[in-house]
């Protein structure tokens, strides 16, 4: 495993990290908790320290599956979860006010079982709040030790600016892989120059990048809505994908890699790039996923995807 530091703090983090939103058993369809627990300890095994999760990913679920699954080993990981987002009934409501805020980093610190939160993220922003209103109570909770850090997601290059002339922020978490890079157009150079550190989820685009499916998938089970996030298993993205695909699967091959671990690893190598999270459902996707970061693919096959990420992303429906 590769280790690096987080933008500007001294969160040292592994390249690979672990994302939850599968644990809250309502997106990615259905998942036993106790199988999520051996899931995350494997990851955690296998050098991953990072671990991602949320309020909304199963109303406050996935925090208390990674609350019982950290009980001892605590000291070993960075934990990372997030405000402004929760869950009313299928909705999910973004709301950013003071109170919220509160209420919400109450709430993980309680599901999570600790004391302190590592990195703290404002999960998406919201236009009804004023941004000024949100950071004062976010402050206030920082110096109250809540959490260590702050972070945020899905923020734009104007918005990161906007809020880091009110606090400091020490990471982005976008949505970055070899089927979504709009972010290197002006939100990754900004970032880069400021140091920040990036988180990047959907790595795998809701897991068709993993190559494990031979025909498109329906999914059928109504708690599986990966669909309805990820556009690329539409049937007219559908055949463009496996282009990708396919080399993913022939340059797999020479390394004794599967097509996931070559996705992982592009990313990783990615400009600006500190972590990777991808999900893991089972002992043996933490592991392989945690291997990714064990090898290094070359110059000519970083360009060779990179290139047909370009051609691929070109013809994309979303």
Not at 125 to 150: A, H, M
Not at 190 to 203: D, F, N, S, V
Not at 247 to 268: G, M, R
Not at 292 to 318: G, H
Request: negative net charge.
């Amino acid at each position: 495993m590769q280790y690096r530091t987080l933008g500007n703090s001294d969160l040292r983090v592994s390249a690979v990290g672990l994302g939850t939103w599968a644990y809250g058993n309502d997106t990615f369809g259905e998942v036993e908790d106790q199988q999520s627990i051996k899931a995350i300890r494997a990851a955690v095994d296998s050098g991953i320290s990072l671990i991602d999760t949320a309020p909304a990913y199963g109303a406050g679920h996935s925090e208390k599956v990674v609350g019982r699954a950290i009980k001892g080993i605590k000291d070993e990981v960075v934990i990372a979860t997030k405000c402004g987002v929760y869950r009313d009934g299928s909705d999910y409501v973004i709301d950013l006010s003071p109170e919220r805020i509160r209420k919400d980093i109450e709430g993980s610190l309680k599901r999570l079982d600790i004391e302190q939160i590592d990195l703290y993220q404002i999960h998406w922003p919201d236009p009804d709040t004023p941004l000024e209103d949100s950071v004062e109570e976010l402050i206030n909770l920082q110096k109250e030790g809540k959490f260590k850090y702050l972070g945020v997601s899905n923020f734009d290059k104007n918005l990161l600016a906007e809020i880091r002339n009110l606090t400091d922020v020490i990471s982005l978490q976008p949505q970055y892989s070899l089927l979504k890079r709009d972010i290197e157009d002006n939100v990754l150079p900004y970032i880069i120059e400021k140091g920040l550190g990036i988180l990047t989820y959907g790595t795998l685009g809701g897991g068709i990048l993993s190559g494990k499916y031979n025909e498109r998938p329906e999914f059928e089970d109504e708690k599986d809505n990966r669909s309805g996030f990820y556009p690329f298993f539409s049937e007219e993205n559908w055949p463009y994908v496996q282009e990708l695909i396919e080399l993913l699967k022939d340059i797999a091959a020479d390394y004794d890699k599967t097509p996931a671990q070559i996705s992982i690893n592009w990313t990783i190598n990615r400009p600006g790039i500190t972590t990777a999270l991808v999900g893991a459902k089972s002992e043996k996707q933490a592991s392989e996923n945690a291997a990714a970061a064990d090898f290094n693919l070359s110059e000519e096959e970083m360009e060779l995807l990179t290139e047909k990420s370009d051609k691929i992303i070109d013809n994309l429906q979303t």
